[in-house]
């Protein structure tokens, strides 16, 4: 939260020649905005919190012996999904779901 320059740096000065570089290079104002916006989604999915917890299993009489509960993680910072979701498109809970399962 504090000041986080850097001698010799200027933001807007190289914030301005990004934005010449975009045009040199024929971004659009659309492929501009998609950019910011997946930048805004890697820096917010930074700030989610997980936790994990573990399920024990349905039915211990209908597994195997060495059958051990399944691990789980969930998200903790709903807001975070949330405005990742509006950035993305998609659905809180639809990015909350691809975040938190392993599909093997």
Not at 15 to 32: V, Y
Not at 43 to 57: K, M, S
Not at 77 to 96: C, F, K, N, T, Y
């Amino acid at each position: 939260g504090g000041d986080c320059g850097i001698t010799g740096k200027n933001d807007a000065e190289d914030f301005l020649h990004l934005l010449g570089a975009m045009e040199i290079l024929h971004f659009t104002a659309e492929d501009q905005d998609t950019i910011y916006r997946l930048l805004s989604c890697v820096l917010h999915l930074g700030n989610v919190y997980f936790q994990r917890y573990e399920v024990p299993p349905p039915s211990p009489a209908s597994l195997p012996s060495d059958a051990d509960g399944q691990e789980v993680a969930t998200v903790v910072s709903a807001q975070e999904i949330r405005v990742v979701a509006e950035l993305l498109q998609v659905s809180p809970e639809g990015l909350q779901k691809s975040i938190t399962f392993k599909i093997t």
